[in-house]
T-cell receptor
Framework: GENVEQHPSTLSVQEGDSAVIKCTYS??????FPWYKQELGKGPQLIID?????GEKKDQRIAVTLNKTAKHFSLHITETQPEDSAVYFC????????????FGAGTRLFVKA | DTEVTQTPKHLVMGMTNKKSLKCEQH?????MYWYKQKAKKPPELMFV???????INESVPSRFSPECPNSSLLNLHLHALQPEDSALYLC??????????FGPGTRLTVT
C-alpha cells in the first residue's frame, strides 16, 4: 500500500542549531504536504504546508522543500529554541480517487538549551 | 476563533458502557474529521464529514458511530468498546480538504 517514510525518528540538536526532517512518499497522486507539530498532551498543530506546484515555502524560521520527481519533502527549522521540542509529523494528501491522507511515523525533536 | 474544542478531555469507560465524544468548531469549516492516535504513533483517519454528510469511513468497526448534527458539531458515539480501543481521539476541521485544525483530543481508556 501507499506509505510515507519519515527520518530521523529522533533528533537532538543544540539551541540555535538547525534541524532537518525528511519524508519520502510513494503515492504519485499526492499533491498536498502538511507538517504538524504535536506537543505533549496536545493535538497536532499545522505549522507549514506545501502544494505540488511549489518547490519551497518559508515562514520565519520554518521552511519546507518539495522535490516531486524524487517524491521527497523536507522540513527545515533554523535557530532552534527549546520550545521547538515536540513530535513532528509529515503527511502526504491525495484527492485522486477519493481523499487520502498518509502520515509519516513522526520525529521526536529535542532542543537542548 | 481558530479553535477546535473537544469534550471530555479524559474518559474511562467499561466495555459495556455507551458514551459519546463531542467536537465543536466555529470557523465555518465544511469538513470535519475523527482520528485515532495510539501512543507514539501518527494519527489514523477514521471518518470524514463534508457538508454534514459522511464522505469517508476508513473501515472503522461499527462500535464507533459518528454523527454530525450541524455544521459546527461532530460526535462520536461509542458502544461495546474493547481495551485495544484505548487511545487519544482527535477531531479536526478544515475549510477545504487541506489545512486541518486539530482539537486537543479526548484520552479514552477502556477497562
Amino acid at each position: 500500500g501507499e506509505n510515507v517514510e519519515q527520518h530521523p525518528s529522533t533528533l537532538s540538536v543544540q539551541e540555535g542549531d538547525s534541524a532537518v526532517i525528511k519524508c519520502t512518499y510513494s503515492d504519485s497522486a499526492s499533491n498536498y504536504f502538511p507538517w504538524y507539530k504535536q506537543e505533549l498532551g496536545k493535538g497536532p498543530q499545522l505549522i507549514i504546508d506545501i502544494r505540488s506546484n511549489v518547490g519551497e515555502k518559508k515562514d520565519q524560521r520554518i521552511a519546507v522543500t518539495l522535490n516531486k520527481t524524487a517524491k521527497h519533502f523536507s522540513l527545515h527549522i533554523t535557530e532552534t529554541q527549546p520550545e521547538d521540542s515536540a513530535v513532528y509529523f509529515c503527511a502526504a494528501v491525495s484527492y485522486t480517487g477519493g481523499f487520502k491522507t498518509i502520515f509519516g511515523a513522526g520525529t521526536r525533536l529535542f532542543v537542548k538549551a | 476563533d481558530t479553535e477546535v474544542t473537544q469534550t471530555p478531555k479524559h474518559l474511562v469507560m467499561g466495555m459495556t458502557n455507551k458514551k459519546s465524544l463531542k467536537c465543536e468548531q466555529h470557523m465555518g469549516h465544511r469538513a470535519m474529521y475523527w482520528y485515532k492516535q495510539k501512543a507514539k504513533k501518527p494519527p489514523e483517519l477514521m471518518f470524514v464529514y463534508s457538508y454534514e454528510k459522511l464522505s469517508i469511513n476508513e473501515s472503522v468497526p461499527s462500535r464507533f458511530s459518528p454523527e454530525c448534527p450541524n455544521s459546527s458539531l461532530l460526535n462520536l458515539h461509542l458502544h461495546a468498546l474493547q481495551p485495544e480501543d484505548s487511545a487519544l481521539y482527535l477531531c479536526a476541521s478544515s475549510q477545504d480538504m487541506d489545512e486541518q485544525y486539530f482539537g486537543p483530543g479526548t484520552r479514552l481508556t477502556v477497562t
